[in-house]
């Protein structure tokens, strides 16, 4: 068993997202992994390389509803009328085309030997069985050349990719119908706290309802996670020790909230160094300070922990900074950072932290505002707001600055 330094100092932000995602990367090496049919597999993470077995499009084809001629008929002589040979629809092979003459073609439909250009048939006058060529052309015009697309033996998806409806769609162009994707992590959690009740449940004095729990619960929801929920564990070293063991022998990863502080009735810390490591504690974040992360032994090795703080916004907040790319990482997902855009600020910070701030805020009339009320046990805030703005440790910021937001939306939310 180590420790990890419980003075003052706080970890850097980069330093703490390094190590999470170099766990998280240990982790995804040894990850299960399944196939499923493409209609089960959205939001799933592919598990390796998918290439294709067919170029796409598989032929020359039509891209518009039109007429397929040889320019060699037009462009080198003074004629401008062609024959209508033949009608091709998508789905029909046509037959060589006769020189001089033309194809009546549509979306999709192979190009006949012998032709090089298709004209859309708007502006193609047709008279019968002829059809009189009213506007200048190029040759090769409105064709699909065959493999333009995807090439056979192309690697069309990579192995980390999230699964979304386009890659789905891109798998099903080139007839794959099953792919191999990470199996979900499995993930336990359960809250510390004797004041902690469950929202059904009447509150006497001294007493809060378990946000927590609901908040966790859902941010794992949107990462695709397999929930193992333990509820509210007594405010106990002996029963905080208990659920962390029982929690690692279940799953890949535990996380918790509230028990990571200092104060008495604050046991997380002490029960994971007591069962295992803790690798990293007390992070220069605003809010989240006490963020933790280690692993706990159990009788097949050992399950990594995620601790985080108890206070609402605290939870939310480092969940998505620091939680959901390990969780991403440990999935096998190569894409874990969000987006972060430049905008201006409506608002002013005259007063420099000692610590990387992350406020709620959202935007209005293409600036940034703040939420009023930015203490860490202000959920309203969360709902509130549309991302978040990033403020550096000792940092100030000036009305009309340009400041960096991060979208809920970039975080899955």
Not at 27 to 33: G, L
Not at 48 to 55: N, V
Request: aromatic share 6%.
């Amino acid at each position: 068993m180590t420790s990890c330094d419980t003075g003052q100092t706080l970890l850097s932000l980069d330093e703490t997202l390094s190590q999470l995602l170099e766990h998280a990367a240990q982790i995804a090496q040894t990850a299960e992994t399944t196939t499923l049919p493409l209609n089960q597999a959205l939001g799933k993470v592919l598990a390796q390389d998918l290439r294709s077995s067919i170029q796409v499009p598989p032929l020359d084809n039509s891209a518009m509803d039109g007429y397929a001629f040889n320019s060699d008929d037009l462009t080198n002589t003074q004629q401008t009328t062609l024959q209508v040979s033949q009608r091709i629809p998508a789905g029909s092979i046509g037959t060589p085309l006769k020189k001089g003459t033309a194809a009546h073609i549509f979306t999709g439909a192979p190009i006949p030997e012998g032709a090089d250009t298709v004209l859309m048939q708007e502006v193609c006058q047709r008279n019968g069985d002829s059809i009189t060529i009213t506007d200048s052309f190029s040759a090769g015009e409105n064709i699909r050349k065959a493999g333009e697309d995807i090439k056979k033996g192309e690697v069309i998806l990579t192995a980390g990719t999230k699964i979304r409806p386009q890659e789905l769609g891109l798998a099903a162009s080139v007839g794959i119908s099953q792919i191999p994707v990470f199996a979900p992590l499995k993930v336990a959690i359960f809250s510390t706290g004797n004041e902690l009740r469950e929202p059904d449940e009447t509150l006497k004095a001294g007493q809060i309802y378990n946000s927590n729990r609901y908040t966790l619960t859902g941010l794992l929801q949107t990462l695709g996670c397999t929930i193992i929920d333990l509820g509210i564990i007594e405010d106990t070293l002996d029963a905080t020790k208990l659920a962390l063991q029982e929690a690692a022998e279940q799953a890949d990863l535990v996380m918790t909230s509230g028990g990571v502080s200092v104060g008495e009735e604050d046991h997380i810390r002490v029960a994971v160094e007591a069962l295992g490591t803790l690798e990293l504690w007390r992070v220069n974040i605003k809010p989240g300070k006490p963020l933790a992360f280690g692993s706990i032994k159990t009788t097949n090795g050992s399950t990594a922990f995620l601790g985080m703080p108890g206070n609402p916004v605290s939870v939310f907040t480092t969940f998505c900074i620091f939680a959901r790319p390990f969780i991403l990482q440990a999935q096998g997902s190569k894409h874990t950072a969000a987006n972060v855009y430049q905008l201006p600020a409506n608002f002013t910070v005259n007063k420099a932290s000692t610590r990387n701030e992350y406020l709620r805020a959202r935007i209005e009339k293409g600036q940034i505002e703040l939420y009023p009320h930015q203490g860490s046990g202000v959920l309203s805030s969360t709902t509130w707001a549309s991302g978040f703005v990033f403020i550096a440790a000792n940092s100030t910021v000036a009305e009309g600055d340009k400041v960096q937001f991060i979208p809920f939306s970039e975080l899955g939310l």
